[in-house]
T-cell receptor
Framework: GDSVTQMEGPVTLSEEAFLTINCTYT??????LFWYVQYPGEGLQLLLK?????DKGSNKGFEATYRKETTSFHLEKGSVQVSDSAVYFC?????????????FGKGTKLSVIP | DVKVTQSSRYLVKRTGEKVFLECVQD?????MFWYRQDPGLGLRLIYF???????EKGDIPEGYSVSREKKERFSLILESASTNQTSMYLC?????????????FGDGTRLSIL
């Protein structure tokens, strides 16, 4: 069935370091792909999305490219800040009528230290 | 901006109590969802609804029920609370065309059952 696998954390980086969080997926067809972020004590917020192959989603300095050849949607940021400390989730819609449901990866906790 | 409001940020209840968690969205979305979030397990779908008075079981519906009497409101009910239902509960909504549209989340309710 449809599923998402993302790298397990926690990940600890120094400020201004380069970030990559890996996400691979298994799906029928070519679904939209999403990255969500959860800051401490809050719900999930949509960070970025891509709706078709080779699309690049971007927001707040984060980027992810939809690669159908490798079934991947890795999240990257060139220079992280302390304020980026959060849990990041990769997600995709389940195939089937309506595609109402999302399936999420287990989340990757990022801590950025000054 | 879409606003999903959960009635309580923190809630403490006793075992055996009937517990109601309320969620309201202001964007006229057809779909609404209830998840629980636990460390190491990510997000797990409890129930969802794609229309008023309609409901579908998610991955872990046991011990829970839901109510959707109005389009904007989706309630999660713990019929007889137990300690293993201590968790973070997240509500989300999305428009009908689900596969290209992200879900929008509330800030969550951290529920403790003593």
């Amino acid at each position: 069935g449809d599923s998402v696998t993302q790298m397990e954390g926690p990940v600890t980086l120094s400020e201004e370091a380069f970030l990559t969080i890996n996400c691979t997926y298994t799906a029928t067809g070519y679904p939209s792909l999403f990255w969500y972020v959860q800051y401490p004590g809050e719900g999930l917020q949509l960070l970025l999305k891509a709706t078709k192959a080779d699309d690049k989603g971007s927001n707040k300095g984060f980027e992810a490219t939809y690669r159908k050849e490798t079934t991947s949607f890795h999240l990257e940021k060139g220079s992280v800040q302390v304020s980026d400390s959060a849990v990041y989730f990769c997600a995709l819609p389940l195939s089937g009528a309506g595609s109402y449901q999302l399936t999420f990866g287990k989340g990757t906790k990022l801590s950025v230290i000054p | 901006d879409v606003k999903v409001t959960q009635s309580s940020r923190y809630l403490v209840k006793r075992t055996g109590e009937k517990v109601f968690l309320e969620c309201v969205q202001d964007m006229d979305h057809e779909n609404m969802f209830w998840y629980r979030q636990d460390p190491g397990l990510g997000l797990r779908l409890i129930y969802f609804s794609y229309d008023v008075k309609m409901k579908e079981k998610g991955d872990i519906p046991e011990g829970y029920s839901v109510s959707r009497e109005k389009k904007e409101r989706f309630s999660l009910i713990l019929e007889s609370a137990s300690t293993n239902q201590t968790s973070m509960y997240l509500c989300a909504s999305s428009p009908l065309q689900g596969s290209y549209q992200p879900q929008h989340f509330g800030d969550g309710t951290r529920l403790s059952i003593l």
